[in-house]
């Protein structure tokens, strides 16, 4: 029967639309030939027949490569089984990462890059049987919760009323913050696996710092467990969201701004992690100062913050900038029109030149510049090329045009030899950027199982450290 739809396909149904998706598809080599029959299929070329079983649904491809041993190696062609995996809701780019570098867990071992040496049949059915996870990306502004099945985070709120009153104890502060979002999806924490990411105070490698980070990881552990929460992943999201695992992730975060080195994973601590003493915060309240300035009336910060997020950006030139006309207008419901004029740029500039709001601070490219140094200094690898990313993530970070003057500046204060090859990536998915990095894991094939502690493996782990 399935034989008899597959032949009919060949006449009845236009493959144009599939055809040019394969051909994006990573070529590999064909499936070794066998000497059982295909039947009425013989005669056709390989190639051809990769195309027709592309008609049928990939259920409808196991059941056929479950006739013979000719249909077998057919249906196990990894072209076939990529394409099906072209055609799900996530790209194929992030799929393809994903599967090649974190499906081992951490710490990460790279995969050779070649399809030919996975099976991307056995992916694909992992995949469908992945459970999924819920998502809580809590930034140190704001937090965005979801459904690691959705495209986008289902919800959002402000971390830093979540957490309450900051002398209440952490257990307390924690059991809060999570209850809220649970209730807010209206979920039971027992069902699924939690994929988390929370705001670390603590940059440098002090015994008093170590102690601090892992107190938080424990305290979020704890209050997760005893929630019934069967897994948990704790994880460099934002990182992954641009399809790397080394790299310098530059986040510009609600209070302070960190310059992480992460190799394979791991943040380098040892070489050093730089931070900056003001945030996203900083530049809206420089805004609201530049407005009330220019006697520009507004109800609230949120009303600053919505206008910083939409007409702000940064210049490539800042004085000449100065000389231009860069007079922009916005309506804010309930409130009416506003115009900016250069508090437009003005406001980002503050990341270069923190004098202008009168900080006493390194500017951003400084800090990523001697980031670059220590890295490059310290020598952990025979390739440089591993600290030439820089990967941007938070709300401010998505300011247009941050990206191309960070890059700009660093090769202007770099040396030539390191400054060869230094590319700067804006937020690969905006705001949302660590959530779609979790998004990546709680996909894979393999998980949750090496990404992710249980309550048992916590437990037992507790134990022995006592």
Not at 49 to 71: F, H, N
Not at 80 to 95: A, G, K, P, R, T
Not at 277 to 295: W, Y
Not at 349 to 367: K, V, W, Y
């Amino acid at each position: 029967m399935i034989l008899r739809k597959v032949w009919g396909s060949v006449w009845s149904r236009s493959s144009s639309g599939k055809d040019s998706a394969s051909h994006s598809a990573i070529q590999v080599p064909l499936s070794p030939s066998s000497s059982s029959s295909l039947g009425a299929f013989d005669h056709l070329p390989m190639d051809i027949l990769i195309q027709i079983l592309m008609l049928v649904e990939p259920r409808d491809a196991v059941k056929l490569s479950l006739t013979c041993k000719a249909w077998r190696c057919l249906g196990g062609d990894n072209r076939l089984w990529i394409f099906y995996l072209q055609c799900s809701q996530e790209s194929w780019d992030s799929i393809f990462f994903a599967e090649t570098s974190l499906r081992s867990g951490y710490p990460l071992r790279m995969l050779s890059s070649q399809s030919g040496e996975l099976s991307f049949m056995r992916i694909y059915g992992q995949r469908a049987r992945v459970p999924g996870s819920i998502i809580i990306d809590g930034g140190s502004g704001y937090c965005k919760f979801g459904w690691s099945k959705y495209a986008s985070p289902s919800g959002r709120s402000a971390t830093f009323l979540e957490f309450g009153n900051i002398e209440s104890p952490i257990y307390a502060r924690l059991q809060q913050f999570f209850a809220t979002i649970f209730t807010r999806m209206q979920v039971k924490p027992s069902m699924q696996p939690i994929v988390v990411s929370l705001p670390l105070c603590h940059f440098d490698d002090t015994e008093s710092a170590k102690a601090s980070r892992r107190q938080l990881k424990t305290a979020i552990l704890n209050v997760l467990f005893d929630m019934n929460v069967p897994a948990v992943c704790a994880a460099v999201l934002a990182l992954y969201a641009a399809r790397r695992t080394s790299g310098i992730v530059v986040n510009i975060g609600f209070q302070v701004i960190t310059i992480l080195p992460i190799l394979h994973g791991k943040v380098m601590r040892q070489i050093g992690v730089e931070i900056i003493g003001f945030g996203a915060l900083k530049l809206t309240g420089f805004l609201k100062e530049k407005m009330q300035e220019n006697n520009i009336t507004f109800q609230s910060l949120y009303t600053v913050r919505t206008l910083k997020e939409n007409l702000c950006y940064v210049a490539l030139d800042y004085k000449a900038e100065l000389s231009r006309d860069t007079q922009a207008s916005m309506k804010i419901a309930g409130e009416g029109w506003f115009t900016l004029s250069k508090e437009r740029f003005q406001t980002g500039e503050i990341l270069f030149q923190p004098r202008l709001a009168g900080l006493r601070a390194m500017s951003l490219h400084q800090a990523v510049a001697l980031c670059m140094d220590h890295c490059d200094a310290a020598g952990v690898t025979g390739d440089d090329s591993w600290f030439k990313t820089v990967v941007l993530a938070g709300g401010s970070a998505c300011l247009p045009g941050l990206a191309e003057r960070l890059e700009k500046e660093l090769h202007d204060h770099l040396p030539s030899y390191i400054c060869n090859g230094v590319r700067v990536i804006p937020p690969p998915c905006g705001v949302d950027s660590a959530w779609h990095g979790a998004k990546l894991i709680s996909n894979l094939s393999t998980f949750p199982g090496p990404w992710c502690i249980t309550r048992k493996q916590f437990r037992r782990k507790s134990r022995l450290m006592w």
